[in-house]
């Protein structure tokens, strides 16, 4: 039976999510609106979920005080030279659907729904480079959680191409790793799988954008990324193996 879109959509928009920083260093940001498609695929998170090219619309919008993206929608509350600190609510994307898996073991188990995540995001810009950091917490209720993020980039400029090479990790509470990737007493007497917990776990990642102007009002950019999950993440029967990789490109027209 084919995929449906919805299915195919999920792990892609995960990927883009993570990436979405990413994209937006390579990318001049300036004020206004912005709108076009992405297209890529994701080997995704999930054990039997399969590969599957993807394209869908993007917009983002940047202003003085306020912004939004695919993958955030927030506010500044603090600007200085270098400086950004900023309140954004952001979709956890990752969402777990009995009905799009194959395996038989694994569609016993319970639907994981995705969240909504709250918190602050802190950005320096010097010479040497950037560094982000966040920390985010599920407000959803789906077990509350907390997850923690610190990147570094370094953009560098050849000819018409913007190269944005990053690096980071990933800190993932128990909390929000167990309503993703744990599987309780009931799931497993049912399914087969053995009971599993999660702690708490710190995911590295090392992507790479390249950007370039096409014409006065459209710019594409392509991602290159891999994250390599953390024990917890990988020991769990629900994951399809100790990392996930994505690859997209982005075109994009502003207004």
Same mark, same amino acid.
């Given at each position: 039976?084919?995929?449906?879109?919805?299915?195919?959509?999920?792990?892609?928009?995960?990927?883009?999510?993570?990436?979405?920083?990413?994209?937006?260093?390579?990318?001049?940001?300036?004020?206004?609106?912005?709108?076009?498609?992405?297209?890529?695929?994701?080997?995704?998170?999930?054990?039997?979920?399969?590969?599957?090219?993807?394209?869908?619309?993007?917009?983002?919008?940047?202003?003085?005080?306020?912004?939004?993206?695919?993958?955030?929608?927030?506010?500044?509350?603090?600007?200085?030279?270098?400086?950004?600190?900023? =309140?954004?609510? %952001? /979709?956890?994307?990752? #969402?777990?659907?009995?009905?799009? +898996?194959?395996?038989? !073991?694994?569609?016993?188990?319970?639907?994981?729904?995705?969240?909504?995540?709250?918190?602050?995001?802190?950005?320096?810009?010097?010479?040497?480079?950037?560094?982000?950091?966040?920390?985010?917490?599920?407000?959803?209720?789906?077990?509350?959680?907390?997850?923690?993020?610190?990147?570094?980039?370094?953009?560098?400029?050849?000819?018409?191409?913007?190269?944005?090479?990053?690096?980071?990790?990933?800190?993932?509470?128990?909390?929000?790793?167990?309503?993703?990737?744990?599987?309780?007493?009931?799931?497993?007497?049912?399914?087969?799988?053995?009971?599993?917990?999660?702690?708490?776990?710190?995911?590295?990642?090392?992507?790479? =954008?390249?950007? %370039? /102007?096409?014409?006065? #009002?459209?710019?594409?950019?392509? +991602?290159?990324?891999? !994250?390599?999950?953390?024990?917890?993440?990988?020991?769990?029967?629900?994951?399809?193996?100790?990392?996930?990789?994505?690859?997209?490109?982005?075109?994009?027209?502003?207004?």
């Amino acid at each position: 039976m084919p995929s449906s879109p919805s299915a195919i959509l999920r792990p892609m928009l995960f990927s883009a999510v993570l990436s979405m920083p990413l994209l937006a260093q390579a990318a001049e940001q300036t004020p206004g609106v912005k709108a076009g498609i992405t297209v890529g695929a994701t080997s995704g998170a999930y054990a039997h979920y399969d590969v599957k090219p993807l394209v869908v619309p993007a917009l983002s919008w940047q202003g003085e005080r306020f912004f939004a993206s695919p993958g955030s929608l927030g506010m500044y509350l603090y600007k200085a030279e270098g400086l950004r600190l900023s =309140a954004a609510l %952001t /979709p956890y994307t990752l #969402r777990f659907k009995t009905d799009d +898996v194959n395996d038989p !073991q694994l569609r016993r188990l319970h639907s994981r729904q995705m969240s909504a995540m709250g918190g602050v995001n802190a950005e320096y810009s010097a010479d040497w480079g950037i560094v982000e950091a966040s920390v985010m917490r599920e407000i959803s209720g789906h077990g509350g959680g907390l997850e923690s993020s610190l990147y570094y980039s370094y953009p560098l400029q050849a000819g018409r191409f913007t190269w944005v090479p990053r690096a980071g990790v990933v800190h993932s509470s128990a909390r929000l790793l167990d309503y993703y990737y744990g599987i309780s007493d009931e799931e497993a007497l049912r399914s087969g799988l053995a009971a599993y917990s999660p702690g708490s776990a710190t995911s590295p990642s090392v992507q790479i =954008a390249v950007s %370039t /102007p096409l014409g006065s #009002r459209w710019r594409a950019t392509g +991602v290159v990324a891999n !994250q390599w999950f953390g024990d917890a993440v990988k020991d769990s029967p629900m994951a399809r193996r100790g990392s996930q990789t994505s690859a997209f490109i982005s075109l994009m027209r502003s207004f």
